[in-house]
């Protein structure tokens, strides 16, 4: 079935629906921050991580390689943006990628981008993303009345993302999500808003990024390369998200705890086959 080329529809819907990438089509940055942001670059992040998952479904490969896939899909437009060369013309091709930062969907410039607000990055907003689609694990809704971050006041150079959030975090009544959240967003600090890597933030006393933090479960990690190693390590719990995705896409419900006998089986059995599609 998945040979028949009529299978992309399901493979393109159910990525689209489980990253939750419709945001992808009305989100506008903020073009004094982001100038060099256009419709071409719109396309080619949606085109890149869609062609992954296509690789992905048709090859028969691990599911594993959406979190550490050493290759991705760019045009010329595409490549310019991640500063990968010697990449010409409109047209897709698949690359290696010599920069591990990129590999697997952590660095798509689509998950980067729907996870950040016009302006700037948000590792609320990425924290949500990780724990909902990568590790399975919906955060608890916010409570009423949250306060915004704190603004800079006129004249005043403006705080790193950490400390204006730990800011955030004194208060108990915004503490209980937080805690969880932001330490995994902190990782993809060093993407920003339209996923360009950087090394330098405004904020910080010295320039550099702190992008450490720790899984729910206390691991710690370094950035991005920390965050996915520590994901592949502990790939049963990432298994066991998409396994439950699929269903919810198959079955058009959300999963319930009569669902999980199928969800282990489902994943006993990929697991003798190297999780593969």
Not at 86 to 101: I, K, M, Q
Request: glycine share 8%; proline share 9%; aromatic share 8%.
């Amino acid at each position: 079935m998945l040979a028949d080329p009529r299978s992309k529809a399901m493979i393109d819907n159910f990525t689209f629906q489980w990253l939750g990438l419709k945001r992808l089509q009305s989100f506008s940055p903020d073009p004094i921050v982001f100038p060099d942001f256009d419709e071409n670059l719109r396309r080619a992040f949606n085109q890149e991580t869609m062609l992954l998952a296509e690789t992905i479904a048709r090859e028969n490969r691990s599911v594993v390689d959406f979190l550490n896939a050493d290759y991705t899909f760019v045009n010329e437009r595409l490549a310019r943006h991640y500063g990968i060369r010697n990449v010409y013309g409109s047209h897709f091709r698949r690359v290696e990628l010599t920069d591990p930062v990129r590999h697997g969907l952590l660095g798509e410039g689509a998950v980067l981008m729907v996870t950040s607000y016009p302006n700037r990055t948000s590792p609320v907003l990425r924290g949500k993303w990780l724990l909902e689609n990568i590790l399975g694990i919906p955060p608890p809704p916010p409570p009423p009345n949250v306060p915004a971050l704190q603004e800079a006041a006129p004249g005043q150079p403006p705080a790193s993302m950490r400390a204006r959030m730990e800011q955030h975090r004194a208060n108990p009544v915004c503490a209980s999500c937080h805690k969880v959240m932001d330490p995994l967003g902190f990782a993809l600090e060093p993407f920003d808003a339209v996923g360009r890597f950087r090394t330098v933030a405004a904020g910080s006393s010295d320039g550099r990024i702190d992008a450490t933090g720790t899984l729910p479960d206390g691991t710690p990690f370094d950035g991005p390369n920390g965050l996915r190693t520590a994901l592949v390590e502990k790939r049963l719990q990432f298994v066991r998200t998409v396994t439950q995705k699929l269903l919810i896409y198959a079955l058009g419900r959300g999963v319930e705890a009569s669902d999980a006998p199928a969800v282990r089986a489902i994943v006993r059995a990929a697991g003798a086959h190297d999780y593969r599609w």
